[in-house]
Structure formats: C-alpha cells, structure tokens
C-alpha cells in the first residue's frame, strides 16, 4: 500500500521568505508524485508532478519539487513566499497500474505574514 | 476546456434522506473519480469510472452510497438515508487516461458540501 506523510499540519512564512512543505511517501513500487493546492471552499489546483525522469520539477506560481528517492521525500519550495501563496498544500502519490487513483497526505495550511 | 463541473455546490440537507450530487467532467476525458474530504483531512478515494464502467470502489463506499456515469458522459453520487458523518465535501476529477501510466494528472472540480443536520 502507498502513503504520504506531510510534516507539520501548519506552516507559518514571512512574505518574501523561503517556503518550504515536506512530503515523504511510502510506495513498494516506482511512485508518481504530485502537490495540489487548495483554496477556501475550492477544488484541488496541480502546482507540478513527478512520473520520470529529471528528478527536479518546475511547476506554477513559482514552486518545485525535488523527488529524492534515498530519502523517499519530496518536498515543495518557493524561493520567496508571496501573500497569495496562502492556501492548503496536498501531497499525493500515485504508480503505474493504479488506475491513477491518487492518495493523498494530510495536507499543509501554509500562512504568509507581512 | 470548461473545467470539471459539480453541482449542487452546497447541500444541507436533515438526516434521513436522500441527496444527489452531479459531475461533469471535462469532455474528451475518460476517467472520472470521486472523492470524499472532511475538514482538516487529504480528499479520500471512493470510486472511479472508465467511460461508463465502475472500475473500483472504496470500502468507504458503504452501500449507502452509489455511483453511476451513464453514456461515460457526466456522473451522479447519490447517498441514502444520510447520516451526520457523512457531512463532508464531494470531489470529482477527471483525466484522460491512455496509456496507463499516471501522466495525465486529475482535474478536480470545486466540489459539493454536503452538510447532514
């Protein structure tokens, strides 16, 4: 069975500092990886995924991800943290075969203070 | 491309009865799949459909809940007899899946809150 794992349920940033959300995965098998974020009372937005290949992966507004797979982790950073970065942060993980069903951590609510 | 559309948006409805929630998933996608979310958790798998077949369901999907996508066009959840615990919100998304490795991510719509009173 896969899983995610997301550390710390809450994360507090200045604006214009570096974010940083941690995503560790369980899989017995090669892992497709995935961050979504969501707004209040919205659906799930896909900031980037990893399926192969380069291990570091660009998504939008900013963010990317670096698959480590000695570390089974696969953490989001953002150079510099913006206001309207605030939202919920969802890791996912998915595997060939699996029907793409994806599942999901618990989710990170990321704050931005002036 | 218009999206994932899910209506109602917000239900309120008292325990006992009936609701039934629509997806529309974006046109030329396949796959469509719900979801089940509650406050302060990762959206949770349910089921899932390749055009009209369901392929897979939760064992979260109690026999309460049933789920059909005819013509592999839209999609409707439908819970029986609802219950408190089943306040929560709904998500659909939909992907195009062909080759059956995970590379086309799901689209997710905005989701229905369902509230059980």
């Known amino acids: 069975a896969q899983s995610v794992t997301q550390l710390g349920s809450h994360v507090s940033v200045s604006e214009g500092a570096l974010v940083l959300l941690r995503c560790n995965y369980s899989?017995?098998?090669?892992?497709?990886l995935f961050w979504y974020v969501q707004y209040p009372n919205q659906g799930l937005q896909l900031l980037l995924k990893?399926?192969?290949?380069?291990?570091l992966v660009k998504g939008i507004n900013g963010f990317e991800a670096e698959f480590k797979k000695s570390e089974t982790s696969f953490h989001l950073t953002k150079p510099s943290a913006h206001m309207s970065d605030a939202a919920e942060y969802f890791c996912?993980?998915?595997?060939?075969?699996?029907?793409?069903?994806?599942?999901f951590g618990t989710g990170t609510q990321l704050k931005v203070e002036l | 491309d218009t999206g994932v559309s899910q209506n109602p948006r917000h239900k309120i409805t008292k325990r006992g009865q009936n609701v039934t929630f629509r997806c529309d998933p974006i046109?030329?996608?396949?796959?469509l799949y719900w979801y089940r979310q509650t406050l302060g958790q990762g959206p949770e798998f349910l089921t899932y459909?390749?055009?009209?077949?369901?392929?897979?369901k939760s064992r979260l999907l109690s026999d309460r809940f049933s789920a059909e996508r005819p013509k592999g066009s839209f999609s409707t959840l439908e819970i029986q007899r609802t219950e408190q615990g089943d306040s929560a919100m709904y998500l659909c998304?939909?992907?195009?899946?062909?080759?059956?490795?995970?590379?086309?991510?799901?689209?997710f719509g905005n989701g229905t809150r369902l509230t059980v009173t």
């Open positions: 998304a939909s992907t195009e899946e062909t080759t059956g490795a995970p590379n086309s991510p799901l689209h």
């Open positions: 899989s017995s098998v090669p892992p497709y």
């Open positions: 990893y399926t192969t290949g380069a291990t």
């Open positions: 996912a993980v998915t595997f060939t075969g699996g029907g793409n069903k994806l599942t």
């Open positions: 046109s030329e996608h396949n796959r």
């Open positions: 459909f390749q055009n009209e077949a369901q392929l897979e």
